[in-house]
């Protein structure tokens, strides 16, 4: 896979990922997600796979700004990202959370293997 193509489909993921969280999109993220998936919480609290698919719930739109994506050789790639997500009780108040993300290319395709969050600065 070329780098060009990598930085095509990680950039095409990236930007998904928000609003297949907002739909509640569990068969997405089944596949996008590592068997080893760990997420690191805004709150700081960690989250397996199996508890981030069961904690998914439709909410709120969300809007991905992509900070950085980059391929490290053939099989390891960074993303970072600031993720607008509006609340649903206040339609006008808007959290910003910086994501970065590790993904590992596998069985032909990218897998998210870790995502960090917390509050952007």
């Known amino acids: 896979m070329s780098d060009q193509t990598a930085l095509a489909a990680l950039l095409a993921i990236n930007e998904r990922i928000g609003s297949a969280e907002s739909a509640a999109d569990s068969a997405w993220f089944q596949q996008l997600l590592h068997e080893r998936f760990t997420m690191r919480r805004p709150g700081g609290g960690l989250a397996s796979k199996a508890e981030f698919l069961a904690g998914l719930a439709l909410g709120s739109e969300r809007r991905t ?18 993720v607008e997500k509006w609340t649903l009780a206040e339609p006008q108040q808007v959290q910003i959370f910086d994501n970065l993300r590790v993904f590992l290319h596998q069985d032909g395709r990218w897998q ?3 995502w960090l969050a917390e509050p952007a600065q």
């Open 112 to 114: 998210l293997l870790t």
């Open 65 to 82: 700004t992509m900070v950085s994506v980059e391929t490290h050789g053939s099989h390891r790639a960074t993303a970072r990202c600031l």
